[in-house]
Structure formats: C-alpha cells, structure tokens
C-alpha cells in the first residue's frame, strides 16, 4: 500500500480557485489508479474525479465537471486536483485515494486501497 498526504486546502471566496496535492509514499504510486473523494458535514462521502495510472484518462462527478481537473506526476509520486469556479457547496473534506485494482470508473470508496488524512476546503458565499 501507499502512504497518502493531501495539502492545498483552505478558505476561497465563491469563484475562486484552490490546488489540492496528494503526495504518495513508494515506489510504486504508478501503479495505482488514484482519485479524489469529499465528505461534506452531515453528508456520506462522495466521489469527485480519477485518473488512469498513466494519467491520460480522467473521469468526473457531474456536480465537478467543467470546474475541476485531476492530474498527476508519477516522476514527482503527486496527485492534483485543480478546482476553479468554487461553490459553497463544493465545501468539504477532500480526501485522496489510492486503488491497485480499480478502473477508471471506480466511484465507491471500498474500491481503493488507501487514504490519505483529508483537506478541508471551505468556499464563502
């Protein structure tokens, strides 16, 4: 397994910007399918975005298309989620998840095998 750090959050005014990172311990971090999930307060945990092992492919929850972007840098062990045009209710702790077996389209948290600690964003009115 991978060891998983996220960084980035913060407070930003409504239509601002933010850069989640996720850094990952090993050497293996190519390996594993990676995304991004957020829990609101009082909410279930819910997906946000993947991206393939290699990074050409990403795939998104409707409520984040348009806005935001997945990414990584497997030479740097580092998974980024860029979030632009932020809403209140993109307010969240935003987690960072690793899968060894998942596919693109793995949205269910029992899919991955790791996580990190969390990041709170927090998107004023």
């Known amino acids: 397994q991978v060891q998983l750090a996220e960084s980035g959050g913060g407070l930003v005014q409504a239509g601002g910007s933010l850069r989640l990172s996720c850094a990952a311990s090993?050497?293996?971090?190519?390996?594993?399918?990676m995304g991004w999930f957020r829990q609101a307060p009082g909410k279930e945990r819910e997906f946000v975005a993947t991206?393939?092992?290699?990074?050409?492919?990403?795939y998104y929850a409707d409520s984040v298309k348009g806005r935001f972007t997945i990414s990584r840098d497997n030479a740097k062990n580092t998974v980024y989620l860029q979030m632009s045009s932020l809403k209140p209710e993109d307010t969240a702790v935003y987690y960072c998840?690793?899968?060894?077996?998942?596919?693109?389209?793995?949205?269910?948290?029992?899919?991955?095998?790791?996580w990190g600690q969390g990041t709170q964003v927090t998107v004023s009115s």
């Open positions: 991206i393939s092992k290699s990074g050409g492919n990403t």
């Open positions: 998840a690793a899968s060894r077996y998942g596919s693109l389209y793995s949205y269910t948290e029992h899919e991955y095998d790791s």
């Open positions: 090993g050497r293996t971090f190519s390996s594993y399918l």
